[in-house]
């Protein structure tokens, strides 16, 4: 291997380390620069502050392009035209600058003029890339180094193919990463206790529910840096032996190709119902992030739910669900649990016979055939209910 074949083959390794987010893509603009004797080498991206150049660090000349003259650059204009006109044939080739802009043309043009001679971009060669829009490489020399030549092509060539891998990699990694937000932000709506962990009980996610379950005083679960885990993660643990064996065997269940199961556990001011079951896998692989897990083990779903805690429909959702009044919607959500039409009224202030008129409506306009009826429903929307309204 000759030195510019292991300097492609660093480059080459660079590039997918700048794409996959483990490496930086100004250390990609170096060795292109090293390998080309380049003084600039640009890949412009756009992104909510307008263009950015991944392979050259920020200075004046940088700040210029991206606020003025990316607007006016021959090169990239003419790499728009050839990625809208010819995608597939363009993808990957790599031209010297005055195969893509006359270079009379180029020596008129105010960007030259006013901005490229300034900025050691006398001579070009570019290659193409690009997703959804064309963002090619372009890179520079000043006039004292002279122009490019064929065997620089053939390197610019060499590279361009891991560049628009590299390219599509870091856009599929942006978009997990967003998937992987949303779905944690979903989760944390809710109003029961969400959390996953592997085989040996180390927390891969938590919801803000589970959070705050556990930071309880005199909660039943705890999350601390124990067991098997010590000093790399934080794992959940009973503090009830019996209630830590319990767990652990309904754990073993799920995360072993079992049903795993439920239970309860017992703290100082509350009882939780703890249901284990096999995480779903795309679920798992959202929420786990950038943990990583074992592969030979499964993971598991646990969500906490309190048996204590009397758990309601917010008055608004029922007066948006089924037009009840606002009266009607707070005597509806004062009945849950189990309150008798006479506990309401005394509450309220009201007479009986008002709390029952309201209560005969509130049966009508939800359709429900008796209270009993009522009640599943609003069970079930307490479910739905986001988590803090």
């Not at 300097?7 to 930086?24: E, F, M």
């Not at 990609?28 to 600039?40: D, F, K, S, T, Y």
């Not at 006398?122 to 030549?149: K, Q, S, W, Y």
């Not at 739910?305 to 008055?315: I, T």
């Amino acid at each position: 291997m000759t030195d510019v074949e292991r300097q492609i083959a660093d480059c080459v390794g660079a590039i997918y380390q700048a794409g996959s987010g483990d490496g930086d893509w100004l250390d990609v603009g170096e060795r292109i620069c090293r390998l080309m004797n380049a003084q600039r080498a640009l890949l412009n991206l756009g992104g909510p502050g307008g263009p950015k150049n991944l392979l050259t660090p920020s200075d004046g000349s940088e700040a210029a392009y991206a606020a003025h003259f990316h607007a006016s650059d021959p090169y990239a204009a003419k790499a728009r035209r050839d990625y809208a006109e010819a995608r597939a044939y363009h993808l990957g080739r790599a031209k010297l600058g005055a195969e893509l802009v006359a270079e009379s043309d180029f020596l008129r043009s105010e960007y030259y003029f006013d901005f490229a001679r300034h900025h050691e971009r006398r001579h070009v060669i570019g290659g193409m890339a690009g997703i959804a829009e064309a963002t090619p490489v372009l890179v520079f020399r000043n006039d004292r180094t002279g122009a490019f030549d064929e065997t620089h092509i053939r390197i610019l060539q060499a590279l361009m193919p891991h560049v628009q891998r590299a390219l599509e990699l870091r856009l599929r990694l942006a978009r997990d990463g967003q998937t992987v937000a949303l779905t944690r932000a979903a989760l944390d709506t809710l109003p029961v206790g969400v959390a996953v962990v592997d085989a040996g009980l180390k927390i891969l996610f938590i919801n803000d529910s589970a959070r705050k379950y556990l930071a309880a005083p005199g909660a039943g679960l705890v999350a601390m840096r124990s067991g098997r885990h010590a000093g790399g993660g934080v794992s959940l643990a009973a503090m009830s032996r019996e209630e830590a064996g319990a767990l652990r065997r309904l754990l073993a269940s799920a995360t072993s190709g079992g049903a795993g199961g439920a239970m309860r556990i017992t703290s100082r001011d509350a009882v939780v119902a703890l249901t284990v079951a096999p995480a779903p896998p795309g679920l798992a692989a959202e929420v786990g992030g950038t943990e990583i897990v074992d592969a030979r083990e499964g993971l598991a779903l646990l969500v906490l739910r309190s048996l204590d805690r009397k758990v309601s429909p917010q008055a608004e959702m029922l007066c948006d669900l089924f037009g009840l009044s606002r009266a009607e919607a707070e005597v509806a959500v004062s009945l849950t649990g189990g309150a008798s039409a006479e506990d309401v009224a005394r509450r309220r202030g009201v007479s009986l016979m008002t709390v029952r008129s309201q209560i005969r409506s509130i049966l009508g306009k939800s359709e429900a055939e008796n209270l009993r009826h009522f009640e599943r429903t609003m069970a079930t929307l307490a479910v739905l209910a986001p988590h803090g309204r």
